[in-house]
């Protein structure tokens, strides 16, 4: 079982900046590939970035490519996502995600824990 709690999300102007943090309860937490996902107002949850067990690798959706940057840190059982260069499109919650036993995961289902999501709003 891993709980996941994020942190770190809020109110910004376009064009700043926000790290949001997930930290993951658990010894296991190497064995578990992480990925952010997020979901706007009347929409479905959408993938935004993950990373694998050893955080060697990371994929991204088009829409952040270059502007998001996801990390962790084994030893603190944290995963992060910096957001810069945010935009009014970017508003939404955001959720960190742990799927079990993958190498990487960029589809919702892969995944088996959730924590229960940030805001971030991004005013124009």
């Known amino acids: 079982q891993v709980q996941l709690v994020e942190s770190g999300g809020g109110l910004v102007q376009a064009g700043g900046s926000l790290r949001l943090s997930c930290a993951a309860s658990g010894r296991t937490f190497s064995s578990y590939a992480m990925g952010w996902f997020r979901q706007a107002p009347g929409k479905e949850r959408e993938f935004v970035a993950t990373i694998s067990r050893s955080g060697a690798s990371a994929y991204y959706t088009d829409s952040v490519k270059g502007r998001f940057a996801i990390s962790r840190d084994n030893a603190k059982n944290t995963v992060y996502l910096q957001m810069n260069s945010l935009k009014p499109e970017d508003t939404a919650v955001y959720y960190c995600?742990?799927?079990?036993?993958?190498?990487?995961?960029?589809?919702?289902?892969?995944?088996?824990?959730w924590g229960q999501g940030t805001q971030v709003t991004v005013s124009s």
């Open positions: 995600a742990a799927a079990w036993g993958q190498p990487i995961a960029v589809v919702s289902t892969s995944y088996n824990y």
